[in-house]
């Protein structure tokens, strides 16, 4: 029977591992235009990217369809970080929501922000938002009476703009959504949304990258009806 | 307790940080390529497997290059740069819902070793870890790669992760236990 390691003996086996780990040799070029500014992905990602779409579009037309697959303790979503945790750093008990403290904005204000004109949502049951806002952490917060639904939209500008997190407590929570934007995920049930700034309380979110934005979906509607809801959201090309 | 692995080029020490954050590409790419090593296998480890590791790492430079400045100059750089790595890593549609496949080279008949510790580590041993590992969530990989391929502290593994000091220990710790537990699970009983 194989012997079985000792706590030092492991720590050394480990570090031998990563010594001998198999990963990719050789240097990849590297194309730099002015720091932070956008750059053109590389021609080989958006092949990928493309590719990915032309599934999506070939399996179009059926209802989204939840991926019920195990969901690691951790999962990343844009510049969102979903985690699972315990006890209280998941409880949103008397927290405020994401739309406190928010400030009504006008449409060139919500361009301004997000450097392009704000996408529409063409969900026949929520209509036009009643209010535009811009929350303390940037980006775009529409709001909806309907189901006490907002969406906020913010630049998927990736780790050097919001670092959020979403810290929820049960486990099987959190659904990995296929169908929608380049990733996207349902976080079922009241969770903590975490923020450089604050924490708030958060409900039944749907979140995805597309095009990129990221989009934050919290509503009291059903999850079909949120699905539907984000598919119809439109945005204007950069 | 292994040793670091970070050693080498700081961008505290020799200014290569701030020249890099002031837009400094050749700084920067001094930089990244001091730490490309590392961040492959961070890349490999979150994926699960090596393919499209490199293609994770090109995107993460270019994403850090853009977001510099969010980069503290005073900082190491490895522990930044390794988070947008793994979280390039995680939104790679390579790294959804598919077991992991991690390999290890094997020793060459006849070679040196590596070091002196691989000289008395069996490839039995690597590939009975490694496949192990392969059994755990991209979590619990990131966080042993960070502390036992990396060496890294405690401190710069919460900056990379993104969270507490008191959480990176807490996620060590379960990610061991779980390690372990594959390790047992993979043994086979006497006859």
Known sequence: ??????????????????????????????????????????????????????????????????????????LGIGSTSIEQVRGPAGNPRGLPPLAAEAVPIRAAAARAELGRALPMVHDRRLG?????????????????????????????????????????????????????????????????LETPA????????????????EYRLESDLSRVAMLEIARSVTAPAR | MSSARTGGIEASKEGLGERARAGDADAFGDLVGHHRPAALRVATVVLGTAEGADDVVQQATERAWRGLASYQSDRPFAPWFFRIVANCARNDRRSRGRRARLA????????????????????????????????????????IALRHFEGMTEIDMAESLHCRIGTVKSRLSRAMVRLRAELQATEVPDA
């Not at chain 1, 036009?128 to 806002?133: C, G, H, N, S």
């Not at chain 1, 940037?138 to 909806?144: I, P, R």
């Not at chain 2, 290890?104 to 490694?130: K, L, N, P, Y």
């Open chain 1, 1 to 74: 029977m194989p012997e079985q390691f000792r706590d030092q003996q492991l720590e050394a086996v480990l570090a031998s591992v990563g010594r001998h780990l198999v990963v990719p040799t050789g240097s990849a070029p590297v194309a730099l235009g002015q720091p932070g500014a956008t750059t053109r992905r590389p021609a080989r990602f958006a092949l990928l990217v493309a590719a990915a779409l032309a599934v999506l579009v070939l399996v179009a037309g059926a209802v989204v369809t939840p991926v019920r697959e195990a969901v690691a303790d951790w």
């Open chain 1, 128 to 192: 036009r938002p009643t209010l535009r806002a811009l929350p303390r952490e940037g980006g775009v917060l529409m709001v909806w009476p309907r189901g006490k639904t907002t969406l906020w939209v913010h630049r998927d500008a990736g780790e050097s703009a919001i670092f959020v997190k979403k810290l929820y407590n049960l486990q099987r929570q959190v659904t990995p959504i296929r169908g929608l934007g380049e990733l996207a995920a349902l976080i079922d049930g009241r969770h903590v």
């Open chain 1, 198 to 213: 604050r924490r708030v309380a958060a409900g039944r979110v749907l979140i995805w990258v597309a095009g990129g934005l």
């Open chain 2, 104 to 143: 290890v080279r094997a020793t060459e008949t006849g070679a040196t070793a590596t070091s002196a510790e691989d000289a008395v580590i069996a490839d039995e041993d690597r590939r009975r870890v490694v496949e192990a590992m392969n059994r755990l969530s991209s979590g619990d990989r990131l966080v």
